[in-house]
């Protein structure tokens, strides 16, 4: 297992990854499948300031990904980041996320830009809620029926950790 800076060459797996929880899941409350233009503007948004952008890579192949991003637009949320962390369903239950989650973190801690992290996770989603807890991140809170996937109303809970 490699983890290294995601380069250009990995965007249609990233796309890949993260489109399969756009049209399986609930990880993302995204309901329409991302296009490869969408994912090169948010691969440019990363490994910038306090963005970084990690890949797991196993025999070649990105098996997940964790980013930094923006949390909120406004120039005083710049020292918060909102993380992200999606693995391959073809290499779930192996501790990628784990490692993900703890490089990613270093990182965090690492850089001075960064303040906060907060994950904002769709409700019922115990492994990534259970991920987070593990690292030390203080529930922060549950806003009830938020958005509409699936024909039934998602709740998402927030996590925070100050680094």
Same mark, same amino acid.
């Given at each position: 297992?490699?983890? $290294?800076?995601?380069e250009?060459?990995?965007?249609?797996? *990233?796309l890949?990854i993260?489109?399969?929880e !756009? /049209?399986?899941?609930?990880?993302? @409350?995204?309901?329409?499948p991302?296009? *490869?233009?969408?994912?090169?503007?948010? *691969?440019?948004? #990363?490994? !910038?300031?306090? #963005?970084p952008l990690?890949? !797991?890579?196993i &025999?070649?192949? =990105?098996?997940?990904y964790?980013?930094?991003?923006?949390y $909120?637009?406004?120039?005083a949320?710049?020292?918060t980041?909102?993380l992200?962390?999606?693995i391959?369903?073809?290499? $779930?239950?192996?501790?990628?996320?784990?490692?993900?989650?703890?490089?990613? *973190? &270093? @990182?965090?801690?690492? &850089?001075?830009?960064?303040?906060? /992290?907060v994950?904002?996770?769709?409700?019922?989603?115990?492994?990534?809620?259970? @991920? #987070?807890?593990?690292?030390?991140?203080?529930?922060?809170?549950?806003?009830?029926? =938020?958005?509409?996937k699936?024909?039934k109303?998602? &709740?998402i !809970?927030?996590y925070? @950790?100050? =680094?």
């Amino acid at each position: 297992m490699l983890i $290294r800076k995601a380069e250009q060459k990995d965007l249609q797996e *990233l796309l890949d990854i993260y489109n399969y929880e !756009v /049209v399986n899941g609930v990880s993302t @409350l995204d309901l329409n499948p991302r296009t *490869l233009a969408d994912w090169q503007l948010w *691969l440019d948004r #990363h490994n !910038v300031e306090n #963005h970084p952008l990690y890949v !797991v890579e196993i &025999d070649g192949r =990105v098996a997940g990904y964790s980013s930094l991003s923006s949390y $909120r637009e406004k120039e005083a949320y710049k020292s918060t980041v909102e993380l992200s962390i999606y693995i391959s369903p073809d290499y $779930r239950k192996r501790g990628i996320a784990t490692e993900l989650m703890a490089f990613i *973190l &270093d @990182l965090a801690k690492a &850089d001075p830009r960064t303040h906060t /992290v907060v994950s904002v996770i769709t409700a019922g989603n115990e492994a990534s809620c259970k @991920l #987070h807890e593990k690292f030390g991140f203080d529930f922060c809170g549950t806003v009830p029926e =938020v958005g509409m996937k699936f024909g039934k109303y998602q &709740d998402i !809970v927030t996590y925070s @950790l100050k =680094v």
